[in-house]
C-alpha cells in the first residue's frame, strides 16, 4: 500500500496482530502479517505454544469435582504472556492489536474473573472470554479461512467441548451458517476422557448420543448442503481431529503420505469412522513414530473414537471429511475480513507475489490450452483459479540451476515458496507441484531422491488428470522459453488447440504454436520444449490407459525431431 514504510523484517508493522488462544489443551502465541496483498492466507510471523492445560490443572488425578486454577499454573501463564509480550515488542505489533482470547476452560473456571484479573494487573492485557456460542462462530470462520469454499457440516473438537454447526460460502465473500453460531456440548477430548473413566462408555453413549441428535436437530442443516453433488462434506478442526488425521495419514494407502500439512486432508467418511484401526495404530510400538501425534495426543485417541462412534449414529449421511488447521487465530482474522478479502482464492493469492507482471497474456494463453477433450469439459479439471495460480508461479524457479530447477518446483507446495500458504487443498497442493515440476521438464529431470515423490504426488490427482498436467506444464515451458521475463505487449507466439477424431476413433490433441519468427531461428532449448509437448502423447508416458495423442505443428506445418 502506498505511503507504508516497511520496518526491515518483512512486513508494516502496521498490519501485525498479534493473538493469544487460552483453550483448553494450551497456549497458542501468533503474530500475523495482514497486509492486503496477502491477508486472505494469514501469513504468520510468528508461532509458539505453552504447553498449559488449564484443563488438567482444574482436574487433577482424584478430583471429582473441578477446582479453582492454581497459583502455580496462573503463574506459569503470566510468564509465558509476559515473554509474547516481549515478542510482539520485537515485531513492532502495534498495543492496541494485540489480543487476549479465551474459551471454554477459562470460561466455565471457579476463579475465572480473579484469574482474568491477576492476567491484567501483570501483563496490562485483557481477556475477551468467549461465550460458547461465539466460540463455535469463531471456530466456523477459522474451517471457511482453510478452503476456497466450504459447504458442509463443521465440528471443532477442543480439551473442554466441541462445537457443532454448518457453514456455507458465497461467491461474493459472506459466510453462512446456524443462525447462533454453533450448538456447543461439554464434549472436547479431555472432557471425554475424564467421563470415559467416571461412567464407562456405555453410560456416556447414551448421554452424547442423544444431545448430539438434539444439536443436529437444532442447527437444521440447508437441505441443498444434504443433497449437494458429492453428498455431503464433514469439515472438523481442533487438536483431536487434528491428531485423528495424522494417524489417518500414516495409515493412508499412499505411504508415505507426501503431504505433511493436516489443512486439506480429506478421506472417505469410511475410512474416518474405522475406528479400531485407528486404535490400533496409536497402541502399537510404531507409535512414536506416527508423525505430529505426540503421546498426548495418543492418549486421547479413545476419546476422540468415541466420539467418532457416536458421531456415525447420529450426523446425517456425509461422504467426505476434510480436515482443517483453522482454529481460534484463523476464525478471528477470518471474521474481521472483508467479504471481497475472503473471497480470493487462496492459491491465487499465495503465489501472486511471485508473479512475473504482466501475467494476463500469459493466463490467457494457458486458458486456450485448458480446454478439455471432445468429451471432457475443461472447468473439471483446471479452474481459472488454478491456471492464474500457475501462471503467477511458473517463474518462480527460473533461476535455479537445471538440476534443481524441477525437483525444488515439485517441492514448492509441500516445503518450498508456497508450502505456508493457508486455505489450500491437499489435491490443488498435488496440481500445481506436478504442473510446476513439467514446466522445467518433469520426471526426467529430477533427481532420483524426487522420483519416488513425484510418484506419491501423482497419485493425489483426481483421476484422469496427470496427462493433461503433462501436456499442460510442458505448453507453458515453450511459453516460458520465448517469454523468459513473461509475456508483455509482444506477443512472440500464438497458441492454437482443437480436437480432432482419429481414423481409429480416438480423440487427438492438435497443438498450433505459431511463432512470429522464422522456424530456423529457433535455439535448441525451445526446440527441446516442443519436442516433449509432442512426447506427451506417447503411451509410454501416460498413467495406465489414461492419455490421447498430440500433434505439435509449428506455423501449421507438423513438428518432430525430423
Not at 477446582?67 to 520485537?90: G, M, Q, W, Y
Not at 501423482?458 to 516460458?480: K, T
Amino acid at each position: 500500500m502506498a505511503g507504508v514504510e516497511d520496518d526491515g523484517k518483512g512486513a508494516s508493522a502496521r498490519w501485525c496482530h498479534g493473538l493469544v488462544d487460552m483453550g483448553s489443551n494450551g497456549i497458542r502465541f501468533s503474530v500475523t502479517d495482514l497486509s492486503p496483498q496477502t491477508s486472505r492466507i494469514l501469513p504468520t510471523l510468528h508461532l509458539s505454544r505453552a504447553a498449559i492445560s488449564l484443563y488438567d490443572a482444574q482436574y487433577p488425578p482424584g478430583a471429582t469435582a473441578p477446582i479453582p486454577i492454581p497459583h502455580e499454573t496462573i503463574k506459569s501463564v503470566i510468564n509465558a504472556l509476559l515473554r509474547f509480550k516481549t515478542t510482539c515488542a520485537d515485531f513492532d505489533v502495534p498495543e492496541h492489536q494485540v489480543r487476549v482470547v479465551a474459551t471454554e476452560a477459562t470460561r466455565k473456571a471457579v476463579n475465572s474473573e480473579a484469574f482474568r484479573a491477576d492476567i491484567l494487573d501483570k501483563t496490562g492485557w485483557e481477556v475477551e472470554l468467549l461465550e460458547k456460542e461465539v466460540e463455535g462462530r469463531v471456530g466456523a470462520y477459522g474451517v471457511a479461512s482453510s478452503f476456497a469454499r466450504v459447504r458442509g457440516l463443521v465440528m471443532d473438537l477442543g480439551g473442554g467441548s466441541t462445537q457443532l454447526t454448518w457453514v456455507r460460502t458465497t461467491e461474493e465473500g459472506e459466510i453462512e451458517m446456524y443462525e447462533k453460531g454453533s450448538v456447543s456440548l461439554p464434549y472436547g477430548a479431555a472432557a471425554l476422557m475424564k467421563g470415559l473413566q467416571t461412567l464407562g462408555a456405555k453410560g456416556l453413549e447414551k448421554q452424547v448420543v442423544g444431545d448430539l441428535m438434539t444439536a443436529v436437530k437444532a442447527i437444521a442443516v440447508p437441505e441443498d448442503l444434504v443433497k449437494q453433488e458429492g453428498g455431503l462434506s464433514l469439515y472438523v478442526s481442533g487438536g483431536g481431529f487434528r491428531g485423528w488425521g495424522f494417524v489417518l495419514m500414516s495409515q493412508h494407502s499412499i505411504n508415505p503420505y507426501p503431504i505433511p500439512i493436516i489443512n486439506g486432508f480429506r478421506t472417505p467418511v469410511e475410512s474416518f469412522h474405522n475406528t479400531q484401526t485407528v486404535q490400533a495404530a496409536v497402541q502399537g510400538k510404531e507409535t512414536a513414530d506416527i508423525f505430529r501425534v505426540s503421546q498426548r495426543r495418543a492418549a486421547q485417541v479413545p476419546a476422540v473414537a468415541f466420539l467418532v462412534d457416536c458421531l456415525a449414529k447420529t450426523l446425517p449421511s456425509v461422504t467426505n471429511v476434510y480436515f482443517c488447521q483453522g482454529g481460534v487465530r484463523e476464525g478471528m482474522h477470518f471474521r474481521d475480513m472483508a467479504p471481497h478479502k475472503r473471497k480470493e482464492d487462496p492459491l491465487v493469492t499465495a503465489t501472486k507475489q511471485y508473479a512475473r507482471h504482466p501475467i494476463q497474456g500469459v493466463v490467457e494463453v494457458l486458458l486456450q490450452a485448458a480446454q478439455g477433450s471432445l468429451s471432457e469439459p475443461r472447468e473439471t479439471v483446471f479452474s481459472v483459479a488454478l491456471v492464474t495460480a500457475f501462471a503467477q508461479a511458473m517463474y518462480v524457479h527460473a533461476a535455479f540451476p537445471k538440476d534443481l530447477a524441477a525437483g525444488a518446483a515439485l517441492r514448492s507446495t509441500t516445503t518450498g515458496f508456497f508450502a505456508a500458504a493457508h486455505g489450500i487443498s491437499h489435491e490443488q497442493r498435488a496440481l500445481l507441484a506436478i504442473l510446476l515440476c513439467e514446466r522445467y521438464g518433469g520426471f526426467g529431470s529430477i533427481s532420483p531422491t524426487e522420483q519416488d515423490f513425484y510418484h506419491r504426488m501423482m497419485q493425489l490427482l483426481p483421476n484422469g488428470v496427470f496427462w493433461r498436467c503433462l501436456v499442460f506444464g510442458r505448453i507453458a515451458a515453450v511459453i516460458a522459453s520465448v517469454h523468459p521475463a513473461g509475456i508483455g505487449s509482444e506477443k512472440r507466439v500464438k497458441l492454437e488447440t482443437g480436437w480432432k477424431t482419429t481414423k481409429k476413433g480416438n480423440e487427438k490433441l492438435c497443438i498450433d504454436f505459431a511463432f512470429t519468427q522464422g522456424i530456423d531461428e529457433l535455439d535448441e532449448a525451445l526446440h527441446g520444449t516442443l519436442l516433449k509437448v509432442g512426447k506427451a502423447g506417447k503411451k509410454k508416458q501416460w498413467l495406465g490407459e489414461e492419455g490421447h495423442k498430440v500433434q505439435v505443428t509449428v506455423n501449421g506445418k507438423e513438428y518432430s525431431d525430423e
